[in-house]
Each structure stands twice: as structure tokens, then as C-alpha cells.
């Protein structure tokens, strides 16, 4: 299903829809593993104290705490972060409570490059900075597949509007 279907145009179509990549939540991950393998820990060594019930609620609340805050909200964040390239714009969506977005519509676009280090090469991933008629160029971080975002929003920008090839989406990766 493409995202968002309820705000593309009548002839306009998703080419490209991708979330961050992945390795943003490997902090998120390392974090959760440790927290939990910390609580276990603690938990058997006070097991044989009578105060062990008041420690495990303690452990848990705290854990519980962690986790929320350090491993739910990131993937929560990762989930509602939008990055969408359609025959007519570009859209990014983020946030939970508080949503913020951005539409750049194809005929704006001056030039797409793409960046990415060692790292992001070895993920597979790297930043889109697309830079329009505004002031400053945009810079889209932790794209996946960003060499292949790149040529396909390249061509969405310079395709002749009066071709009728659009029939399907070509190609949406999530």
C-alpha cells in the first residue's frame, strides 16, 4: 500500500517510499539487550534478601522506564518517519504526536546529489540533499538504497510531464 494514498493527486503515483534505514535502531537495540540483561542481574543477585520484592518492582520500573524511553520511542519515531517521491513531489512526514512535513513538487527541484561515508556505504544507505528554489538545500539523512533513490528521483525531475507512462507505480521500496 502506498503512503499517503489519501493525499496523492488523481494522476499521481508513489515511485519511491522509504523509512530510514535500519541502523538507526541499533542503539535503540544495544540498549534494550543491555537493559534487560542488567535487570536480570541485579534481580537474581537480590533474590535471596527479603526486601527482593520491593528490588524487582524497583528494577522493573526503572527497566521499564529505560526501555520506553530509550528503544520504544526511537522505533516508534523510525516507523512514523515517511521519506516519498511521487511523479509530482517529494514528501517527507516525521513525528508521533507532533507531525511535521514537507512537499517540494517536482517543478521546484534545481539538483538531487546523494552522500554517503564508509559507514553508510557498508548499510547500504546515505543522505539525499535535494535543493529547490529555496535557500538552502534539504538534506533527507539515512536513506536507504540512496544511490538508487537518487537516479530515480533524477529522472522524475527531468521526465516530460506530457508522457502518458505512468500507469503503476515503478518501483516503491519500503
Known sequence: MAYPDDLLGDDEYVVVHKHPHWKILVFPVVVFLLTVGVCVYLAALVQDFSWRSIAWIALAVLGG????????VPLVRWRTTHFVVTTQRVMA??????????DIPMSRIN?????????????GCGTLVVESASDEPLEFDDIPQ???VH????????ADPDDDYYPQPRWEGR
Open 93 to 102: 512526514r516525521e513525528g508521533v504526536l507532533t507531525r511535521t512535513g514537507i
Open 146 to 148: 540512496v544511490e538508487r
Open 111 to 123: 539538483s538531487v546529489r546523494f552522500q554517503h561515508g564508509l559507514i553508510d556505504r557498508v548499510f
Open 65 to 72: 522506564v529505560v526501555i520506553i524511553w530509550f528503544t520504544l
Open 151 to 158: 537516479s530515480l528521483l533524477y529522472r522524475e525531475v527531468n
